[in-house]
């Protein structure tokens, strides 16, 4: 078991950065793959971002490329999402999940493992 638990969300203006972190606990954390998902109010929970167990590979989603940067120090069993030129649209409650394994899935279903989830708001 994994148990993982995000924090770092809030409000901020567009453009402006906010940088997330999810603790992870239990088994060892290098050995997950993790990513980032969100979920907008009245839409399906969207892929973000993952990052392999080294930390070598990364995948985003096409509208953060650019803006976002995911990371982990797997000393500290700990992920980031680094958030730069926030937008409304960024607006809402992101959580970070794992699996073990090596390929970077960008589907909710392939990940077994999931926190509780920050609330980032972007306000125009």
């Known amino acids: 078991q994994v148990q993982l638990v995000e924090s770092g969300g809030g409000l901020v203006q567009t453009g402006g950065s906010l940088r997330l972190s999810c603790a992870a606990s239990g088994r060892t954390f290098n050995n997950y793959v993790v990513g980032w998902f969100r979920q907008a109010p009245g839409k399906e929970r969207e892929f973000v971002a993952a990052?392999?167990?080294?930390?070598?590979?990364?995948r985003y989603a096409d509208s953060v490329k650019g803006r976002f940067t995911i990371s982990r120090d797997n000393a500290k069993n700990t992920l980031y999402l680094q958030m730069n030129s926030l937008k409304p649209e960024d607006t809402a409650v992101y959580y970070c999940?794992?699996?073990?394994?090596?390929?970077?899935?960008?589907?909710?279903?392939?990940?077994?493992?999931w926190g509780q989830g920050t609330q980032v708001t972007v306000s125009s």
């Open positions: 999940a794992a699996r073990q394994g090596a390929l970077l899935y960008t589907l909710q279903r392939d990940y077994n493992y």
């Open positions: 990052i392999s167990w080294g930390g070598a590979s990364t």
